[in-house]
C-alpha cells in the first residue's frame, strides 16, 4: 500500500460525457502527478500539481482539466469522452516539487468510454 | 520531444535464469529511475541512479547508469516468479520537470 488513494477503481461511461477522478496523495506530500496509462502510449505525465499551483504539464488533452484543493486532494475531470481516453488513469505523489523525487503511485481508475 | 526506449518489450524465461533489459536515450539524462508494475497495481520505485557509471544492487537486481548518462541496465540473477511484472525505466532531462517513461519491459518468469 503505497498510502496513495484513488476512487473510484473502475468507471464506465458513454462516449461525450463527463468524469472526475479523485486523488488523495501520501500524508504529508505536497505534490501530486496524473498520469495515463494504455497498451500503446504507456504510461504518459498529463499535469502536476504542488501545493495547490500547477508545476508542469504533459500531454494533457484541452478536453482535461485538473485542480489541487487546500487540503491537498486532487480531481482530474475529463469531458467530452471519447473511446481513445479508455485508459489507466494513475495519481502519484511526492513531497517536493521536483518530479525525480520519488513517487508514490496509487492503485490506478480504470475508465472504460463505449 | 525525449524519447526512452526500452528492450526488449516483451522477456519469457523460466525460473533461476539471468536476464537484463536495457533502457536508452539520444540524451543525457539528470537523473533515471526504474520502476516495477504489476498487474492492477501502480508502478513501485525500485531504484534512483544519477552518477555516470553508477552501479546499484538490490538483492537479485543489478542496476547499471552509463558513463555518458544516456542509457541504463536492470540485471536480474536467478530469476523467479515473483519478479514477473512490467518493468519501466523513467528519465529527467536537464531542468525539466518532466519525468518521461518508456513503454516497459513485460517479464514473465515461469517455473
Known amino acids: 500500500d503505497s498510502g496513495v488513494t484513488q476512487t473510484p477503481k473502475h468507471l464506465i461511461t458513454a462516449t461525450g460525457q463527463r468524469v472526475t477522478l479523485r486523488c488523495s496523495p501520501r500524508s504529508g506530500d505536497l505534490s501530486v502527478y496524473w498520469y495515463q496509462q494504455s497498451l500503446d502510449q504507456g504510461l504518459q505525465f498529463l499535469i502536476q500539481y504542488y501545493n495547490g499551483e500547477e508545476r508542469a504539464k504533459g500531454n494533457i488533452l484541452e478536453r482535461f482539466s485538473a485542480q489541487q484543493f487546500p487540503d491537498l486532494h486532487s480531481e482530474l475531470n475529463l469531458s467530452s469522452l471519447e473511446l481513445g481516453d479508455s485508459a489507466l488513469y494513475f495519481c502519484a505523489s511526492s513531497v517536493g516539487q521536483l518530479s525525480y523525487n520519488e513517487q508514490f503511485f496509487g492503485p490506478g481508475t480504470r475508465l472504460t468510454v463505449l | 520531444t525525449q524519447l526512452l526506449e526500452q528492450s526488449p518489450q516483451f522477456l519469457s524465461i523460466q525460473e533461476g535464469e539471468n536476464l537484463t533489459v536495457y533502457c536508452n536515450s539520444s540524451?543525457?539524462?539528470?537523473?533515471l529511475q526504474w520502476y516495477r508494475q504489476e498487474p492492477g497495481e501502480g508502478p513501485v520505485l525500485l531504484v534512483t541512479?544519477?552518477?555516470?557509471?553508477e552501479v546499484k544492487k538490490l538483492k537479485r537486481l543489478t542496476f547499471q547508469f552509463g558513463d555518458a548518462r544516456k542509457d541504463s541496465s536492470l540485471h536480474i540473477t536467478a530469476a523467479q516468479p515473483g519478479d514477473t511484472g512490467l518493468y519501466l525505466c523513467?528519465?529527467?532531462?536537464?531542468?525539466?520537470?518532466?519525468?518521461?517513461f518508456g513503454k516497459g519491459t513485460l517479464l514473465t518468469v515461469n517455473p
Open positions: 523513467a528519465g529527467v532531462w536537464g531542468s525539466n520537470y518532466k519525468l518521461t
Open positions: 541512479v544519477v552518477t555516470g557509471g
Open positions: 540524451s543525457v539524462f539528470s537523473s
